[in-house]
């Protein structure tokens, strides 16, 4: 593969970057061919060297995504993040997807507890109506709102520290992939 496939190719498959992050990308990889050739290489030597531009495409939409989940972490670009990592083969699927679905479902449930903590008294009113008993459990219920609440804090502050871990984690494996590859 020549120089100028090679980066067809890629650019292709970059699309979906804002153009000057793109051509930033670009001109890396063109620099690659240019010092290869001051070597003595020829472009089909070193396109071999760098793999083929669809997973280096890949790799750099993966580099993309954690960088940008890094400088915001929202659940938007967090999840973009994690889904470029799983795209890179079938061992992130197992090695990211797995993890992450176990770590998402301890806020998923947090939260829900929360939830039912701070609704418990229109539960209670539900079930047993206004009567001697609802306003004997008032504190009880007072307690249980108390609770969900800083339940419901605690968990959304939970929920900013898993983000950071994803991203570190994400990042760890996107080394890992790399370096695997070389």
């Given at each position: ?30 620099e690659h061919f240019v010092l290869g ?146």
């Open positions: 593969m020549t120089e100028n496939q090679y980066i067809s190719v890629l650019q292709q498959h970059l699309k979906d970057i804002p153009a000057h992050e793109q051509e930033e990308f670009i001109n890396d990889y063109k050739m001051e070597e003595g290489r020829s472009e089909e030597e070193i396109a071999d060297r760098l793999g083929p531009p669809e997973k280096t495409a890949k790799e750099i939409r993966a580099q993309y995504q954690l960088t940008a989940a890094e400088q915001k972490p929202t659940y938007k670009s967090v999840s973009k993040a994690v889904f470029a990592a799983v795209s890179l083969g079938l061992f992130n699927l197992i090695f990211i997807l797995g993890p992450l679905l176990a770590l998402i479902s301890i806020p998923i449930a947090l939260l829900i507890t929360a939830g039912t903590l701070v609704i418990s008294p229109l539960l209670l009113l539900i079930q047993e109506g206004i009567g001697q008993s609802y306003w004997n459990k008032g504190f009880l219920m007072i307690g249980y709102v108390g609770v969900g609440l800083l339940l419901g804090i605690g968990t959304m502050k939970l929920i900013q520290w898993m983000y950071s871990l994803i991203l570190r984690y994400v990042k760890f494996n996107l080394r890992m992939v790399r370096s695997e590859s070389k």
